[in-house]
């Protein structure tokens, strides 16, 4: 098993830009599949974006498309979602995931096909 630790959340206003964490602890990252997802209140969690075992591959949701940018540095064991042009429908709890399940170099970017989950980071901004 791995444990996810996420960090980097705060109060940034919109049109601005954040970089979140995700430090693995008891494995190395290149043996998962790693995602990052969002939960806004009374809202289902939202795939955000994902990385293959790999490192290549990324994927992004819709709504992140061309803001948003996941990567990882295995030195460090963290990967990493950098946001830039946030928005206000950006606010909401970022969780990392990793998956240890899957080809090498495929993706993941459903909550069920991540077995390992960090407690969360609350990211708001602020019109």
């Known amino acids: 098993q791995v444990q996810l630790v996420e960090s980097g959340g705060e109060l940034v206003q919109a049109g601005g830009s954040l970089r979140l964490s995700c430090a693995a602890n008891?494995?190395?990252?290149?043996?998962?599949?790693m995602g990052w997802f969002r939960q806004a209140p009374g809202k289902e969690r939202e795939f955000v974006a994902a990385?293959?075992?790999?490192?290549?591959?990324?994927v992004y949701g819709d709504s992140v498309k061309g803001r948003f940018a996941i990567s990882r540095d295995t030195a460090k064991n963290t990967v990493y979602l950098q946001m830039n042009a946030m928005k206000p429908e950006d606010t909401a709890v970022y969780y990392c995931?990793?998956?240890?399940?899957?080809?090498?170099?495929?993706?993941?970017?459903?909550?069920?096909?991540?077995?390992?989950w960090g407690q969360g980071t609350q990211v708001t901004v602020s019109s």
């Open positions: 990385i293959s075992r790999s490192g290549d591959f990324p």
């Open positions: 008891g494995r190395t990252i290149s043996a998962y599949a």
């Open positions: 995931a990793a998956s240890d399940s899957g080809a090498y170099y495929s993706t993941r970017t459903q909550v069920y096909e991540y077995n390992n």
